[in-house]
């Protein structure tokens, strides 16, 4: 019970009371290290970067040669500023575990933040290559929007394509709109939010880019078709009902 009530804090943005509680449950449960990880969420998002260290620290000691703890401990070395550091942990964690996602997205991050955009890219290349269709919809999106803005569209969409073959996932028919938006072809970008939204119908995300597709194409009437379909959806909350105002 206190393990869901510290999730429903942090996911209401009650990070210091979600905090605390999770370690109180944590103190129960010490060999979990999901609970450490939510626990390290709610310090850095509160920019708590001395009880965040303290508690990556720990989780090496109490994990040794555990992934997600020497990851978790690169990304807090990578908010603090410490780059080479965090660089060194996160490869030691992909060392460990090749594809955890979280630790490829923030070395991607360390490297571009030292300068270093092609060795960034280099390994999302790698790990999506590695897994093929398979790799997480984070390292995914990474990958092509990196592509996108260096102009490499047709390998952006091979990648966002074989991704969507293994599992359809809103936020990669997302960035193939983008991606074919950027290549000029707004009908296929249309057609394509428009099957997503028949699968995700409840995705915001994906009906406020049809209705920029629309809208850029000068089919003023369809997207506001686009947004008033919107409300018959699902029973919007407050931060939707302002994004809808700005479409």
Not at 198 to 202: I, Q
């Given at each position: 019970m206190?393990?869901?009530l510290?999730?429903v804090?942090v ?7 979600g ?5 109180k449950?944590a103190a129960?449960?010490p060999?979990?290290m999901d609970?450490r990880?939510?626990i390290f ?10 009880e965040?260290?303290?508690l ?27 780059l ?13 575990e ?6 490829v997205?923030?070395?991607v991050?360390d ?5 270093r955009a ?10 999506v290559?590695r ?14 929007q990196r592509?996108?803005?260096r102009?490499r569209?047709?390998e ?5 394509l074989?991704s969507?073959a293994?599992?359809p ?11 074919l ?12 939010l428009?099957?997503?939204l ?5 995705s915001?995300?994906l009906?406020?880019e ?9 089919r ?23 994004e809808?105002?700005?479409?």
């Open positions: 206190q393990r869901l510290a999730g804090y996911k209401c943005g009650r990070l210091a009371e905090a605390t509680l999770c370690e449950v129960r449960f060999k979990n609970l990880i939510g969420d709610c310090y850095r998002d509160m920019q708590r970067w001395e965040m260290s303290r990556t620290e720990q989780a090496v000691r109490d994990f040794p040669g555990n992934s997600r703890a020497v990851g978790i401990r690169g990304v807090g070395k990578y908010f603090t500023g410490d080479v550091g965090g660089e060194a942990d996160l490869r030691k964690a992909l060392q460990i090749p594809d955890l996602f979280f630790a997205k923030h070395l991050r490297l571009e933040a030292q300068g092609d060795e960034a890219l280099e390994v999302l290349r790698q790990s290559e897994q093929g269709g398979k790799s997480h919809e984070d390292v995914v999106n990474h990958y092509t592509l996108r803005l102009g569209l047709a952006a969409e091979a990648v966002c074989a969507l293994n599992e996932k809103p936020s990669i028919f997302l960035e193939l709109a983008k991606i938006r950027a290549e000029g072809r707004v009908d296929d970008a249309t057609r394509t428009r099957d997503a028949a699968k995700f119908p409840r915001i995300q009906r406020g049809l209705a920029r597709v629309l809208k850029a194409a000068g003023n009437e369809e997207a506001g078709g686009v947004i008033r379909g919107a409300g018959s959806a699902r029973r919007l909350q407050p931060r939707e009902l302002v809808i105002a700005l479409m």
